[in-house]
């Protein structure tokens, strides 16, 4: 960190000097949306991993103070400023993001929300173009909806007594602090046609509130003996520093248990910090102390601070690692979570390990971010007092030892099986589909694994609500 702090105040002081213009900060801007506009511009330029592509944002790009100031006062919020010196936002640059309350991110960050405890998907109700129903994917542990006795694999079909729809489903669901869901009854009729399909309301329904909670990403972990092989199961949900210790916790006791075999489930793992996926790494295996784990490449004004992330036998302030020594591990993934830090296991492992993957191509990030604040070094020490904006700009590539890259596409998994919504099954259980089907692989036996896949008449909508911090990122710390 201090390194990375140390070169940022050098490029900072290069651009001062050498711009064909005077030092910014010593120029006092009266409004205050032009001193936020400011410190975008200059983040961007100075730590922007695609800056050489953005004309806008090239060192020569204005000749005066005036012509700046001009620029900046085009536009209307810090936030059109942000997207306008984004590259390729369609395709390339999905992920870099402003916040206008930086507290809300570091809370974010350290895992802590706003939240009743559910994550959903949702399908088109069968012979309607509008009609929407919900399915629970994931329960927190501890959180309002566990408390309530809410399940992976109950049906939505309304909320507050309001059938969802195309055009209400996310106000519904995600835009109040408290609802009613009302739950439904599927039933096939008995027939693989999707025409006659139903979802019944049944009667059911659960009251809930958002309160303040804080996830261990560590959600499920389990030993399984099946056909006297020791199975460790882990469902890990995010890349969170704060955890280490429990995740590193969780393979003290897999390794206690002789687990010989390891399925990884990052089905809805959207990332978090490579430093934590360095460990993760490192307990998976242990043989690797001290080689490359992962690199990361900065843009032309940071190049120096290009870094490799090693393997390790010890977490700072935890210490040694439980690793398991593994030479193969099974991956679980879905396409619309498994991102950034989880797809970083997978590439960074590859190379040193067999890597099995089940489940979806997921979503194919390989940057890092950096969360940049308004302070002379872009760090949060020193923070202009004035405002809460902050940055988490994409500003490293990653790849693995043999310098490949994520695929901007995703990762193909080796065998290919979706969640479909009336097979969810129970996370940890050994019937549940994905965790089934790696249990069939490990154990070679014939015991048929359900791969159900979500009927094609079924269209998945997608989910649209509000991306967290923890979501399809990968952060340097």
């Known amino acids: 960190m201090k390194k990375f702090k140390v070169l940022l105040l ?25 001193n936020i506009n400011d410190f975008v511009w200059r983040g961007m330029n ?6 050489s592509e953005v004309p806008d944002l090239a060192d020569s790009r204005f000749i005066s103070d005036e012509d700046y100031t001009n620029y900046l006062t085009g536009f209307n ?20 993001r402003i916040y206008e ?66 055009s209400n489903y996310i106000n519904l669901v995600y835009g109040q602090n408290s609802n009613t869901l009302n739950f439904a009854t599927y039933n096939d009729n008995g027939t693989p046609d999707t025409a006659d399909d139903t979802f019944e309301l049944n009667g059911e329904s659960a ?21 006297n092989v020791n199975i460790g199961y882990l469902m890990y949900n995010g890349f969170n520093q ?17 687990v010989t075999e390891l399925v990884l489930d990052l089905r809805y793992n959207g990332g978090g910090s490579v430093q934590t996926a360095a460990y993760l790494g490192s307990m998976v295996t242990g043989q690797f102390n001290g080689e490359i784990y992962s690199k990361l490449f900065y843009n032309e004004n940071l190049s120096n601070n290009d870094r490799n992330y090693l393997f390790t036998n010890s977490i700072e302030n935890v210490g040694a690692i439980n690793s398991l020594n593994l030479s193969k591990v099974y991956v679980l993934t879905t396409n619309r979570r498994t991102a950034s830090a989880s797809e970083l296991i997978i590439n960074s492992l590859k190379p040193y390990i067999e890597v099995v993957v089940i489940g979806e191509n997921t979503v194919g990030k390989t940057q890092a971010s950096r969360t940049i604040y308004d302070s002379p070094d872009f760090s949060f020490e020193n923070v202009n007092q ?4 902050a940055m988490q700009p994409l500003i490293a590539n990653s790849t693995n030892v043999n310098d490949l890259l994520v695929p901007p596409n995703g990762i193909i998994p080796d065998i ?21 089907e790696a249990i069939a692989q490990i154990t070679t036996t014939d015991r048929p694994a359900n791969r159900s896949l979500v009927n094609e008449n079924l269209q998945l909508i997608e989910i649209t609500k509000p991306i967290s911090a923890l979501e399809q990122d990968m952060y340097i710390d």
Request: glycine share 6%; hydrophobic share 35%.
């Open 207 to 227: 009251d809930l509130t958002k309160v303040t909670y804080t996830e261990n990403p560590v959600h499920v972990s389990e030993v399984l003996n099946v056909n």
């Open 416 to 436: 290919a099986i979706s969640e479909a919504f009336n097979t969810l099954g129970t996370l940890g259980d050994i019937n549940e589909p994905l965790l089934a």
């Open 46 to 51: 100075i730590v922007y991993l695609y800056k």
């Open 242 to 258: 704060n955890f280490d210790s429990d995740l590193n916790n969780a393979f003290g006791e897999f390794k206690y248990a002789g």
């Open 77 to 96: 919020s810090p936030e059109d400023l942000f997207e306008s010196l984004k590259y390729d936002p369609d395709t390339v640059d999905r992920f870099s």
């Open 386 to 389: 004035g405002h809460t904006y």
């Open 101 to 166: 309350n930086y507290f809300d991110l570091q809370n974010q960050q350290s895992g802590t929300t706003l939240t009743n405890g559910l994550e959903f998907n949702f399908y088109r109700v069968p012979g309607s173009s509008t009609e929407v129903f919900g399915v629970i994917t994931l329960v927190l542990n501890n959180s309002v909806a566990d408390n309530v006795g809410l399940k992976r694999g109950q049906i939505i079909r309304a909320v507050n007594n309001t059938n969802l729809t195309d």
């Open 10 to 34: 050098s490029c900072f002081a290069m651009f001062a000097l050498t711009s064909c213009f005077e030092d910014m900060d010593d120029n006092i801007i009266p409004s205050s949306t032009l």
